[in-house]
């Protein structure tokens, strides 16, 4: 079975500063998908950025960037320019290859932006 | 894209009742998936929604408590049966229209069991 793991319950971070979220996972597989959740306190989950296991190439999403080291199986995201509207409560998922799309989460990371 | 309406938002149920939450997607989607979130934690899959036939579960979680339907591809229900102050939880459904691809949620059902 897979593990996810969020180390940092909680973060805060200035308007405008960039912040990295943690994230490691444990799998035996080799093909897989990873992808952050953004929780908001409307409780709508929303896609941030997603990345294939096979593609060596970290995905970015505007201010949003991952740091994907496969070996070690890490997964952290970047946050660039931090404003207000990114507080919220961050997930990391996994979801394996072509065996139903079901998503494993960590535990989450909760993100405060501060003006 | 799709867009998922889950529906109630909220409710308070007494104990011992049961309350049937409902999900509907905008279009057409291959897997539909049901969880469960405390307040403030992570979200645990409850079971996979299959079209036609009986839904997957995951370990802890039973049919008899947690009956689910999905008629079609496009709506299903996840029904909380003889509630108790334990199934007090954020219920979520998600949706997705491919391996590997972005899953949709819910806007999620509040439920607090007096």
């Known amino acids: 079975a897979q593990t996810v793991t969020q180390s940092q319950p909680e973060m805060s971070v200035q308007e405008a500063e960039t912040v990295t979220l943690s994230c490691t996972y444990d799998?035996?597989?080799?093909?897989?998908?990873l992808f952050w959740y953004k929780q908001p306190p409307s409780r709508q989950m929303i896609l941030v950025i997603r990345?294939?296991?096979?593609?060596?190439q970290n995905a970015t999403e505007n201010r949003f960037s991952v740091n994907f080291q496969k070996a070690a199986k890490s997964f952290s995201l970047k946050i660039s320019d931090s404003q207000l509207g990114d507080t919220a409560m961050y997930f990391c998922?996994?979801?394996?290859?072509?065996?139903?799309?079901?998503?494993?989460f960590g535990g989450g990371t909760r993100l405060m932006v501060k003006p | 894209s799709a867009v998922i309406s889950q529906k109630p938002s909220r409710d308070i149920c007494q104990r011992g009742t049961s309350l049937t939450i409902q999900c509907q997607v905008d279009s057409q989607v291959t897997m539909m998936f049901w969880y469960r979130q405390q307040p403030g934690q992570s979200l645990t899959l409850i079971a996979t929604?299959?079209?036609?036939?009986?839904?997957?579960?995951e370990s802890g979680f039973v049919i008899d408590k947690f009956p689910i339907s999905r008629p079609n591809l496009t709506f299903s229900t996840l029904t909380v049966s003889n509630m108790s102050p334990e199934d007090s939880s954020i219920y979520l459904c998600s949706a997705t229209q491919g391996s590997g691809t972005e899953a949709f949620f819910g806007q999620g059902t509040r439920l607090t069991v007096v």
């Open positions: 929604a299959n079209q036609g036939s009986e839904a997957t579960y």
């Open positions: 799998t035996s597989e080799s093909n897989y998908y």
């Open positions: 990345q294939e296991a096979y593609k060596q």
């Open positions: 998922a996994f979801m394996r290859y072509n065996a139903g799309n079901m998503l494993t």
